[in-house]
C-alpha cells in the first residue's frame, strides 16, 4: 500500500506530460484510446485508435492510424492510412460478419473472433510518411525512413530507406551505411529541444 502511495505524484506527473484520450473529440479529429505527447501535432479530421504518437511528431489532414506506435519527429501527410485492418482471402467469404462477433452490423454468428484482423504497426523516429500512402498491419518501419506519396508499404521498411510505389519497394537509403549508424548511435530524437538548439548547424547542413 505504501509504495503505491509514493508512486501516485508520479503517476500524476507522467499524465501531465502526456495526453492520454480514453474518447475524445478535438479539432473535429477522433481520438480514441490513445497516448498523445503534449508536443504533438493532430491535423484536422484525423482518426486515431488505440495508437501512441511521439513528440514533435505532427499529422496533416485526413489521417487516419489503428493501433501504431509512432516515434518522435514524424511526419505524416495528408489522407496517409496506418493500421488499416486486413480480411481473409482463403474463407469462403471476406465479410467480417464470419470472423468477428464485432462487426459492423453487430450480428453475432462467432461467438469470438477466429481471424486476427488488426496487427500492431510501429513506426521509428523522424520518419517522413507522403500524402495518400498505406501502411498495412504488422509492418516496422525504422528511423529515418521515408513512405513516397501513394505508397503501399506492405513489408518491413530498413531505416534510412526511401520506400515508393504499390508495393513499396527501397529505391535508394538516405546516406552511406557509416553515416547511417552515426546517427543512430547519436539518438538525437532523445534530446530536448534546447540541447538540440545548441548543435542546429548539424541539422542545417546536407550530409555528404
Partial sequence: MLSKIISLPQ???KQ???RIFATRNINTSIIESSLIDPEAKIGKYNYIYNTKIGKYTYTSRNVSIMQT???NFCSIAKNASIGIGDHPTNYISTSPIFYSPNNPFRIKLVKQK???DIKPVEIGHDVWI????VIKNGIKIGNGAIIGANSVVTKNVPNYAIVVGAPARVY???FSSINIAEIEASKWWEESIEQL???IQDFTEPIK
Fill in 11 to 13: 503517476q500524476l506527473l
Fill in 16 to 18: 501531465i506530460r502526456e
Fill in 69 to 71: 506506435s509512432i516515434g
Fill in 114 to 116: 477466429i481471424f486476427n
Fill in 130 to 133: 507522403g500524402a495518400n500512402a
Fill in 172 to 174: 535508394k537509403y538516405r
Fill in 197 to 199: 538548439a545548441k548543435r
